[in-house]
């Protein structure tokens, strides 16, 4: 499974296929959205997502402070209201590509960050990133090898590569959120804490019992940074009982 970086990413949306500022002046932003709304070859959803790419101010963000995507400040302002991440921490990322999450965490103070994806990362000093399906059998062993120790932090922004069927693809979304909640209480320490992003209907009552059985607080929360037309919320969880 792959964690988009943003789960509003078009392009990468049509690849999936498996389990698992407005800045600028007036006259530039208009030129922009000319431009790839006359594009030749460019499917009309594509377009969209490019005129809203062109228009988003995290995008702009981003690019000007030198995260890799836009859903670094997802985390961001979910650490802001949360306090998830304090120094010294060692940080699980699942679906980490393209890895803005692994920067918000070790900027933030995190001593060692362990990172699963599909998708191939370009290297971040201070962190481990493994190119891997985190659905395969081997990967969680994998990534506990890479984290050497118990996690203070689990992340997971974790997508299924959707069909288009809702029936099968909300399948995907509860299983990748229960597989990750449970590889976060098989390495968390006590006091750590879990965060995932799931969908409308994205964790089943079972896994939401157990985290609460587990975790001293356990919470939705859609920070600012996510779209409001997006489905996705994320789901908290602190004060890991062990």
């Given at each position: 499974m792959s964690g988009t970086g943003d789960d509003e990413e078009e392009p990468r949306r049509r690849r999936r296929s498996g389990p698992v500022t407005k800045g600028g002046d007036a006259r530039a932003s208009?030129?922009?959205?000319?431009?790839?709304?006359?594009?030749?070859?460019?499917?009309?959803?594509?377009?969209?997502?490019?005129?809203?790419?062109?228009?988003?101010?995290?995008?702009?963000?981003?690019?000007?402070?030198?995260?890799?995507?836009?859903?670094?400040?997802?985390?961001?302002?979910?650490?802001?209201?949360?306090?998830?991440?304090?120094?010294?921490?060692?940080?699980?990322?699942?679906?980490?590509?393209?890895?803005?999450?692994?920067?918000?965490?070790?900027?933030?103070?995190?001593?060692?960050?362990?990172?699963?994806?599909?998708?191939?990362?370009?290297?971040?000093?201070g962190a481990i990133l493994l190119q891997m399906d985190f659905t395969d059998p081997d990967a969680p062993a994998a990534l506990k090898r890479a984290l050497g120790g118990p996690a203070d932090l689990v992340l997971s922004d974790l997508a299924p590569w959707t069909t288009g069927h809702k029936a099968t693809d909300h399948l995907r979304i509860v299983a990748l959120v229960e597989a990750a909640a449970y590889f976060a209480m098989d390495v968390l320490k006590p006091g750590g804490g879990f965060v995932a992003k799931v969908f409308q209907g994205g964790a089943s009552q079972d896994v939401l019992d157990a985290l609460k059985s587990r975790f001293e607080k356990v919470r939705h929360y859609k920070p600012p940074a996510s779209r409001s037309e997006s489905a996705e919320t994320f789901l908290i969880a602190q004060g890991f009982r062990g």
């Open positions: 208009k030129q922009l959205r000319t431009r790839v709304k006359t594009a030749r070859g460019r499917k009309h959803s594509s377009q969209l997502w490019l005129n809203r790419q062109l228009n988003d101010p995290y995008v702009a963000k981003a690019r000007q402070e030198g995260y890799r995507s836009r859903a670094a400040y997802k985390l961001t302002e979910l650490d802001d209201k949360f306090g998830l991440i304090r120094p010294g921490m060692r940080v699980a990322d699942l679906g980490a590509a393209p890895g803005g999450w692994a920067q918000v965490a070790l900027k933030r103070g995190a001593s060692h960050v362990a990172g699963v994806d599909l998708l191939e990362m370009a290297p971040i000093p």
